[in-house]
């Protein structure tokens, strides 16, 4: 059964500057990268244990073909998604502001 999906307001930041940048870099950029979020936040919704565990319990999967990664806590019925976090960005910077 999947888990309800909720986004902590520095992942619904993340996402929004995320979209933007893409927007402005191609035409169509920003639709491919929201749709490959949201097949790999289907995955974080069938699967959650089967993401890497990053610190406590907290996981992250990458998003393919972006250089970011979706940051979130599995509890029992609800899925919090932390960050979506660029890759290059400093990794502590992961769980700020949790």
Do not use: N
Request: with cysteine; charged share 25%.
């Amino acid at each position: 059964m999947a888990l309800a999906l909720r986004f902590g307001l520095r992942a619904e930041r993340d996402l929004r500057a995320a979209v933007l940048w893409y927007k402005l870099q191609q035409e169509g950029l920003d639709q491919r990268f929201i749709s490959a979020l949201d097949a790999c936040l289907e995955v974080v919704r069938q699967f959650p244990q089967g993401a890497p565990l990053v610190s406590g319990d907290i996981r992250q999967l990458p998003v393919p073909g972006f250089p970011y990664v979706i940051v979130f806590a599995a509890r029992k019925r609800t899925i919090t998604v932390i960050r979506v976090f660029h890759t290059a960005q400093h990794p502590r910077e992961r769980l700020r502001d949790r």
